[in-house]
């Protein structure tokens, strides 16, 4: 039977590469695949991976129907054995029903991928609702590491470097130490520090020189 899978994780874990290694993997056995995404770093209309791994991909936005294009797609003679949605952060709740649709009433793979939890530690509505409605929820293994060294368990928001936890919750850039609006993986703890690798300066610091955690009410 068809399902809808959840594939998630941090930042810079690899699921954008894993997005297109399963549509390379299901072409050659000549599977025919449709692939959504929304702000990826390489422009509209593609999915693409920090490897420079690149393909061709529907653009969404907050308006788009999954169901309805997938059902008009299909009465005009298409094909289609399953469906990648990259980026599925971005995706609203009601999108997310739209996937499980396709899955329930068309009988397609729905494969999506996406960041659990947004700068601030929360859940991104998308994400949260594919965790209540997927067949299959995956934390990718590709350990994303922290500037320290240690696993990346959090993303970040940082602005000329220094993080910040206030804002848009989406808000797409790169980084760029000029002052624009970056992202970088943290582990837990420096994240409750907003400890990132330009406030910690050059290189990875010991443990041992870090400041104390303030105590409650200071």
């Not at 002052?179 to 041992?208: D, F, K, N």
Request: charged share 25%; with cysteine.
């Amino acid at each position: 039977m068809a399902e809808l899978a959840f594939f998630s994780g941090t930042m810079d874990c690899g699921k954008s590469t894993l997005a297109l290694q399963m549509q390379h993997n299901r072409s050659a056995r000549g599977l025919r695949g449709m692939i959504f995404t929304r702000n990826d770093q390489a422009g509209a209309g593609r999915l693409s991976s920090r490897l420079g791994l690149v393909a061709d991909a529907v653009e969404t936005d907050e308006r788009f129907d999954f169901h309805a294009h997938l059902v008009t797609y299909l009465t005009a003679g298409g094909r289609t054995d399953y469906v990648i949605a990259d980026e599925a952060q971005f995706l609203s709740p009601e999108q997310v029903d739209q996937l499980a649709r396709v899955v329930d009433d068309l009988g397609i793979d729905v494969f999506a991928f996406g960041i659990t939890t947004d700068f601030r530690t929360r859940l991104f509505p998308g994400s949260q609702r594919l965790i209540e409605l997927a067949d299959r929820v995956e934390v990718l293994q590709v350990e994303a590491l922290c500037w320290c060294g240690a696993r990346a368990t959090h993303n970040a928001r940082t602005v000329g470097g220094r993080m910040v936890v206030e804002g848009a919750q989406v808000v797409v850039g790169a980084v760029d130490p000029g002052g624009e609006v970056g992202y970088e993986v943290l582990c837990r703890r420096h994240h409750r520090r907003r400890l990132t690798a330009a406030a910690a300066g050059a290189g990875p610091i010991s443990p041992e020189v870090l400041p104390p955690d303030p105590m409650p009410g200071r």
